[in-house]
């Protein structure tokens, strides 16, 4: 498990914890907006009233006199609710209304004030007893009546100031909601995708650790976890089997270098014999050179077959007339098949081109017109024939050598293409046993197949190459 | 000749001067590419044989600045990498010839010899001439002793390889490489079936046989 401060560096954490931000802020924003218009909203209405009774207490005083506006103070004052009302005298003296104590500035100078003030009542009338003092604080209008009087009219915005209070407790418990649920969510994700990551990074730590054969695993769901997943799979069967091959090859290697290792060194010690005279000497030396020179071929052709199978730069792609090339072995060959009593044919389609190697490719065909010719020599003697082709597919482009020779039986004509395997029959034949498997690694090279036939009799060799 | 050697393999470099001097050659060995380069600049070889990979500087960065310098000098580039791309790349940097390690003494001394220009015929000759046997390369006609001879377009080409080369030792891998432009395998006795049948080409009935077989090398043309 992670320690907390590695858990906040990884990418999907800080990603939850960016998200998160991002919409608190934006939470914030919104809420403080609504608070600020309600409030302005509420103060403006305030302000309306205050003017509205105003308006109407000064004409009660034009037209009705003092006790006129005395009763409709009185009565306005009685209300229950947030209204303030203040009737003085000439003098400013308290006549009547709830609010007793103003300062003498607002009482003798009309304008708009607010003030704290010492609540005389609670609103409340259902509630008994003795008056209980609170603080509140007021907004008013103060006016001088056209009889001379003092009047002033207000709202105690204590109640107005609890209602900012609300929005801003509802405010608060939002924030907090949300800030609660987009950690749990964003946690949640979090931790979904750190523990897929984590499955990956253990599975490659046991890789690494030795087990090749561990893979990831694939879940149901195909997200892209899981797309990410196959192809570290897929990556990992290439590895494991091309790994194969190396130990395979090195296997092999040791034990069919290590033969002809020990005729090369056998042949330079007969040469060391002190009973040998010069032409012995002579003959055993030339006996290893002509083994080193078989040593040499093998090794050449080995790494030509690492490098096909390694898959060769791209470098040495080019786009290839394979006809020619073909034609060209053919070619080459035709006079050693005439010679030992075989034909050579050709069914060389023109101009058959294929992005390809052609080194690799020309390898290939001379590896199988060599084999082909190899066993129909060791044939008893009769009519060896041998067929080249190549034609275009539809989906890429065929070489087909067949011969009508001895043939392979069905069971080994897999396992022949390894390296190094060579039937019974071919033992005592020159060869390295490396042919086919060049021959197979380079089909592979080029994405294509190479597989043996039954030619009924003989051998239909078969390359096919796709189109790119 | 006169040959420079930049290998740094002491105990290949002292089997190379020893087989050389005995083939009748002059070599002076450098040790390492800054010594080699040096001797190059200084001195007048007919070939230099490089190794490509040295200490202190490269093969290829040696022929690339004798290049530049305008030192035409031919050289044969050795090394163990014998990928195509290798080897185009050591032609590429002014290199002549490209010999693949391990390699038979008789194939280096053959292509040095083939390579040396003292003794080169003119690249511009349109007819080579060895005995009574021509070969003219615009008409395309080879006569022997005034008689027309009859050749496929590739035993032509041979013909012409061999010919441009008079006198000197042609290996099976040269031909392969020159006439066939082939730098893979094939079993060697492929190429001994064209010689023979282009030597009952041209020598056929004849008292002096034109078209030698070298034991352990490879082929020659000469009177």
Partial sequence: MRSLPQLLRTTSVRLTATFILIFVVFSVLLLGIIAWQASIQIQRQQTADIDREVRLLQRIDRTQGLRGIAVAVQRLANQPGPGIYYLGDRAGLFLLGNITDVPDQIIFEPGVYSFDYERPRPFDPDEEGEAERTQGFAVVRSVELASGLRLIVGRDVVERRGFTAIIIQAFLFGVAGILIFSLVAGGLTARRILRRIDTIGATSAKIMSGNLSERVPVTPRNDEFDGLATNLNAMLDRIEQLLQGLKEVTDNVAHDLKTPLTRLRNQAESALRPTADDEQRRQALEATIAESEKLIRTFNALLMIARAEAGAPSGAFAEVDISAVVADVADLYTPLAEDSGMSLVTRIEPDVTLRSNRELLGQAVVNLIDNAIKYLASEEPREGRIEVGVERGVAGVRIVVSDNGPGIQEEDRQRVLQRFVRLEKSRTEPGSGLGLALVDATARLHGGTFRLEDNAPGVRAIIELPAR | ?223
């Fill in chain 2, 1 to 223: 000749m006169k040959i420079l050697l930049v290998e740094d393999d002491r105990e290949a470099a002292s089997y190379l001067i020893q087989a050389l001097d005995e083939a009748g050659h002059v070599t002076h060995h450098a040790a390492d590419g800054e010594t080699g380069y040096a001797m190059a600049e200084s001195m007048d070889y007919d070939v230099l044989i490089i190794d490509r990979m040295l200490p202190r500087r490269d093969g290829i960065s040696i022929v690339e600045t004798l290049r530049t310098n305008g030192d035409a000098t031919p050289v044969l580039i050795l090394s163990a990498l014998g990928e195509v791309d290798d080897r185009v790349a050591g032609l590429r940097a002014g290199g002549d010839d490209y010999l693949v390690k391990p390699y038979a003494f008789t194939e280096l001394l053959a292509r040095i010899e083939v390579l040396a220009r003292r003794s080169s015929p003119s690249e511009a000759a349109t007819v080579y001439e060895v005995g009574g046997l021509s070969l003219d390369r615009l008409s395309r006609k080879v006569e022997r002793d005034g008689e027309a001879i009859l050749l496929q377009p590739r035993e032509f080409r041979l013909l012409e390889y061999l010919m441009k080369n008079a006198g000197k030792v042609v290996t099976r891998t040269m031909l392969l490489e020159n006439v066939w432009d082939y730098h893979f395998d094939p079993q060697t006795n492929v190429i001994d079936v064209h010689m023979s049948r282009l030597r009952g080409k041209i020598d056929k009935g004849h008292a002096t046989q034109l078209l030698q077989t070298v034991r352990g090398a490879g082929y020659m043309i000469r009177d």
